[in-house]
């Protein structure tokens, strides 16, 4: 299943009709996919595992994925006893689901397209 195709669905799944979220979505899908064929050890989306990348990509979209957030630069702390001034410059992560998250959502329906890996 090609990546249009899955972007396609994506967007029936998720009811979205414009093409303002299409970037984010075309990320989403190779982060999904990418994940998906490793565990599976496919080299390819089969046609009957679409719906499934497809519904893992909608949950990363509503989980709006991982957002980091810079500090102000603001003065965060004074101390006056041997002069100590502390600025804000720290950056926080806020987690939506990550793709693992999802993926170990969907475990299950996996592990039915999941193939052993032969050591050579």
Do not use: H, W
């Not at 195709?5 to 093409?19: M, R």
């Not at 709006?64 to 992560?93: A, C, F, L, N, P």
């Amino acid at each position: 299943m090609t990546n249009e195709e899955l972007l396609v669905l994506v967007k029936e799944f998720a009811g979205i009709n414009d093409d303002t979220q299409d970037a984010q979505i075309n990320i989403y899908i190779r982060r999904v996919t990418r994940r998906v064929l490793n565990y599976c050890n496919l080299l390819e989306i089969p046609v009957e595992l679409g719906e499934i990348v497809a519904e893992m990509v909608v949950d990363m979209l509503k989980s709006g994925g991982s957002t980091i957030i810079e500090g102000s630069g603001s003065i965060k702390r004074v101390s006056r006893g041997d002069t100590t001034v502390e600025y804000d410059v720290g950056s926080q992560v806020v987690n939506g689901d990550s793709v693992d998250d999802v993926l170990t959502n969907y475990k299950q329906q996996l592990n039915q397209f999941r193939r052993l890996r032969v050591l050579k």
